[in-house]
């Protein structure tokens, strides 16, 4: 299993924007946001596995996180964004798709607001977070990807976010089923056409809170 993570310190504007509802629960879409980094600092040890906890103490507020579109090909993306009333702390969140695991730099999200993680080789950290060869190539054909506040990635609490395409059974699908974010035996359909996912309507689990982008 391959460990692979990011510590880096970033600070984003604390402005409202998007028109997020009051109950974090909305259609609209997210605003990018650019990130300003201050501090890098990367480590990497291929022969560690990843630890089923962390000890990471995590302040959030009232903001929800959520996946908010994924790109698929080598230079795909991986939407982050807060659609709660308040700004939010991302630091001990991870990225999760089997077997590799990205946790997420230190960033403060506004509501509304939305950080990009690339897997670009050639990504411009002043404008996302680079994360070629910590991340693997978002396929069309079939996918998941969980989004956890820590992690304890078989921990129906530690994951708070989850979109699953192209098939059922990925290796975090269970946990998200447990957690009520995604439901059984349930995947977005898809083609291999298809160049990503937009979230709509988060305010219930399943495909149908997503559409599928095309050529």
């Known amino acids: 299993m391959k460990r692979a993570a990011i510590a880096l310190i970033l600070v984003l504007s604390a402005c409202t924007g998007g ?3 009051s109950d974090g629960d909305s259609g609209t ?6 990130p300003s980094p201050t501090t890098t600092v990367r480590s990497d040890d291929p022969a560690s596995t990843v630890p089923e ?10 903001a929800k996180f959520v996946i908010g579109s994924v790109v698929f090909g080598e230079g795909g993306t991986i939407e982050v964004g807060n659609l709660g009333p308040d700004a939010g702390d991302l630091t001990g969140f991870w990225i999760a798709i089997h077997p590799y695991y990205l946790e997420i730099p230190s960033v403060v999200i506004a509501p509304g607001k939305a950080i990009i993680i690339s897997i670009a080789e050639d990504a411009d950290p002043e404008l996302v977070i680079p994360a070629a060869d910590l991340l693997p190539t978002l396929k069309s054909g079939s996918g998941e990807i969980g989004l956890y506040s820590s992690g304890g990635f078989g921990d129906p609490d530690a994951i708070v976010d989850y979109v699953e395409w192209g098939s059922t059974g990925h290796t975090r699908s269970n946990v998200a089923i447990q957690a009520g974010l995604w439901p ?3 995947a977005i359909v898809i083609d291999g056409s298809a160049t990503g996912l937009t979230a709509g309507d988060r305010s219930e689990p ?10």
């Open 19 to 21: 028109g997020t509802s």
């Open 184 to 186: 059984e035996d349930e």
């Open 29 to 34: 879409a997210l605003e990018p946001t650019t």
């Open 206 to 215: 399943g495909p149908q809170g997503w559409s599928v982008t095309s050529p």
């Open 53 to 62: 906890t962390t000890s990471t103490t995590i302040i959030t507020g009232n």
